[in-house]
């Protein structure tokens, strides 16, 4: 599994608010590291900036192997 598909925080240091953000189906997770940016910045929507965390949902990083003997379980 690639790095960028994993989950990362993305901090902003202002420790005002947390947001949790999970990818859409047949989504990579790396696809909502724009949006993790913009939550994060101090200029951004949230004043201050928000710690996000990113999550990467097993079977949906970007390996066809690993997308193939996911379960329910694993989540």
Not at 9 to 21: D, E, N, P, Q, Y
Request: net charge neutral; charged share 20%; glycine share 14%.
């Amino acid at each position: 599994v690639s790095a960028k598909e994993v989950t990362q925080w993305i901090r902003s240091g202002s420790g005002r608010a947390v947001v949790l953000m999970a990818h859409g189906l047949n989504l990579r997770p790396s696809a909502m590291d724009e949006l993790a940016q913009s939550l994060a910045s101090p200029d951004g929507p949230i004043p201050g900036g928000a710690e996000v965390l990113r999550i990467g949902l097993r079977g949906h990083r970007g390996n066809i192997e690993e997308m193939r003997n996911v379960d329910l379980g694993q989540w």
